[in-house]
């Protein structure tokens, strides 16, 4: 079969069958990743499909798959957020910037095919730069795991053969970004000095560190990605949510959200940072291979129910603009890092949490990471390649 060509045919992502195809190679590749946890093939399937995802709603996607003598060999998509082209430049996005993503193939001379077509068509739709791999927007999965493949991932995480670094910088791309997570061990307290910093807040009656409402679920996800868009509105690769994207992220999220794990930071009475954690799903998902039938929805929906495991997984934590800098808000990250700390092991038996991720650069959550004593147990980088128009 090597000496047949290699054959790479854009795909609609409309097209049903031919989704399921591209997600199917996928996963197929996914199983042979020492360590991977299988996901659940339907949230696979509805976040390439335009009518269900509203990441396509400002995006232009191509999908490509790769053939040779007949047999799916490998898969790539192109894409153009239209949100990421208004983001300065500064910022690692902006003007004439696409991207690829779900980067899967069987050798290098695969490899170079399939990001040889996502070039083309990113320069036929008149970009310049490609940025990748991003599994399709920067919330979803961004980056290539290069350090860290020794260990199951944690959900929403990406997880790649560690063969692909050499093969995606042997096709001329270099490194633009790197993205860190943190291993945090959370059976003991935190050091002295943040009990210390803790208990002045605890003491502080404009402070109050609360947990979600769920019956009002709907308007605290929006309170919480106002904080994000204004927390992280100035950091690197930064692209705003829209109100369909709140909507999709708030009934997404639902069923993993415990309100002892999910802090709102409130200063006299307003609400100025957040802090989310859930469970690691990855735990049943490994149990029961990624398959909900026959019986795997029954595992699931009893983990949900009651999740008890040893992982937690903190995505997302952010303090609004006009106070980061100041020592209130490592004041209030601290808290809420405590606070969801003491429920996580009292009501949920966790052991240890995985922060992130993190940008290389931002000097005051590594700061935050480093007090508490977690160290860097993950390493994601995003790669730039100029298309030399």
């Given at each position: 079969m090597?000496?047949?060509?290699?054959?790479?045919?854009?795909?609609a992502?409309?097209?049903?069958?031919?989704?399921t195809q591209?997600?199917?190679?996928?996963?197929?590749?996914s199983?042979?990743?020492?360590?991977?946890?299988p996901?659940?093939r339907s949230?696979?399937m509805?976040?390439?499909d335009?009518a269900?995802?509203?990441?396509?709603e400002?995006?232009?996607?191509q999908?490509?798959i790769?053939?040779?003598g007949?047999?799916?060999?490998?898969r790539?998509?192109a894409?153009i957020d239209e949100?990421?082209l208004?983001?300065p430049a500064?910022?690692g996005m902006?003007?004439?910037?696409?991207m690829?993503?779900y980067?899967?193939?069987?050798?290098?001379?695969v490899?170079?095919?399939?990001?040889?077509a996502a070039?083309?068509w990113?320069r036929g739709?008149g970009?310049?730069?490609?940025l990748?791999p991003?599994?399709m927007?920067?919330?979803?999965?961004?980056?290539?795991l290069?350090?860290?493949h020794?260990?199951s991932p944690?959900l929403?995480?990406g997880h790649?053969?560690?063969?692909y670094?050499?093969?995606?910088?042997?096709?001329?791309?270099t490194?633009?970004?790197k993205l860190?997570t943190y291993?945090?061990?959370?059976?003991?307290?935190?050091?002295?000095?943040?009990?210390?910093?803790?208990?002045?807040?605890?003491r502080?009656?404009r402070?109050?560190?609360r947990?979600v409402?769920?019956s009002r679920?709907?308007?605290?996800?929006?309170i919480?990605l106002?904080?994000?868009?204004d927390?992280?509105s100035s950091?690197?690769g930064f692209v705003p949510?829209?109100?369909?994207?709140i909507?999709y992220?708030?009934k997404?999220?639902l069923?993993?959200v415990?309100?002892e794990?999910?802090?709102?930071a409130?200063?006299?009475?307003r609400?100025?940072a957040?802090?989310?954690?859930?469970?690691?799903v990855?735990?049943?998902?490994a149990?029961?291979?990624?398959?909900l039938?026959?019986?795997?929805?029954l595992?699931?929906?009893r983990w949900i129910r009651k999740p008890?495991?040893?992982?937690?997984?903190v995505?997302l934590?952010?303090?609004?603009?006009?106070?980061?800098?100041s020592?209130?808000?490592s004041?209030?990250a601290?808290?809420?890092i405590?606070?969801?700390?003491?429920d996580?092991?009292?009501?949920?038996?966790?052991?240890?949490?995985?922060?992130?991720?993190i940008?290389d650069d931002?000097?005051?959550?590594?700061a935050?990471?480093d007090?508490?004593g977690?160290?860097i147990n993950r390493?994601y980088?995003?790669?730039q390649?100029?298309?030399?128009?």
């Amino acid at each position: 079969m090597q000496d047949n060509p290699i054959i790479v045919t854009p795909i609609a992502a409309s097209d049903k069958r031919q989704r399921t195809q591209f997600v199917e190679i996928g996963r197929r590749f996914s199983e042979k990743v020492p360590h991977f946890v299988p996901q659940l093939r339907s949230e696979q399937m509805e976040l390439v499909d335009p009518a269900k995802n509203p990441f396509f709603e400002h995006a232009r996607v191509q999908l490509f798959i790769a053939t040779r003598g007949g047999v799916s060999v490998g898969r790539i998509s192109a894409h153009i957020d239209e949100l990421a082209l208004a983001i300065p430049a500064e910022q690692g996005m902006g003007p004439g910037t696409g991207m690829f993503g779900y980067f899967d193939a069987v050798d290098q001379a695969v490899g170079n095919a399939l990001l040889d077509a996502a070039e083309g068509w990113l320069r036929g739709q008149g970009m310049n730069r490609v940025l990748g791999p991003i599994t399709m927007s920067i919330w979803e999965e961004p980056g290539l795991l290069v350090f860290g493949h020794d260990h199951s991932p944690m959900l929403m995480m990406g997880h790649h053969p560690a063969h692909y670094q050499a093969w995606i910088e042997g096709a001329g791309y270099t490194p633009a970004k790197k993205l860190l997570t943190y291993h945090l061990p959370i059976s003991d307290s935190f050091p002295p000095i943040v009990q210390r910093i803790v208990q002045s807040g605890e003491r502080n009656d404009r402070i109050r560190i609360r947990p979600v409402d769920k019956s009002r679920f709907e308007d605290e996800v929006r309170i919480i990605l106002h904080i994000l868009n204004d927390a992280w509105s100035s950091n690197w690769g930064f692209v705003p949510f829209t109100e369909r994207e709140i909507s999709y992220a708030a009934k997404k999220m639902l069923p993993l959200v415990f309100p002892e794990l999910v802090r709102i930071a409130e200063l006299d009475g307003r609400p100025v940072a957040f802090m989310i954690t859930f469970p690691d799903v990855n735990e049943p998902l490994a149990k029961i291979g990624g398959k909900l039938f026959p019986f795997g929805w029954l595992t699931l929906l009893r983990w949900i129910r009651k999740p008890r495991g040893k992982h937690m997984r903190v995505p997302l934590m952010g303090v609004l603009k006009e106070f980061q800098n100041s020592r209130l808000a490592s004041q209030l990250a601290f808290m809420m890092i405590e606070f969801i700390r003491r429920d996580a092991v009292q009501t949920f038996g966790a052991e240890r949490a995985e922060i992130g991720w993190i940008l290389d650069d931002n000097q005051g959550m590594v700061a935050i990471a480093d007090t508490i004593g977690s160290t860097i147990n993950r390493e994601y980088l995003i790669y730039q390649k100029s298309l030399g128009l």
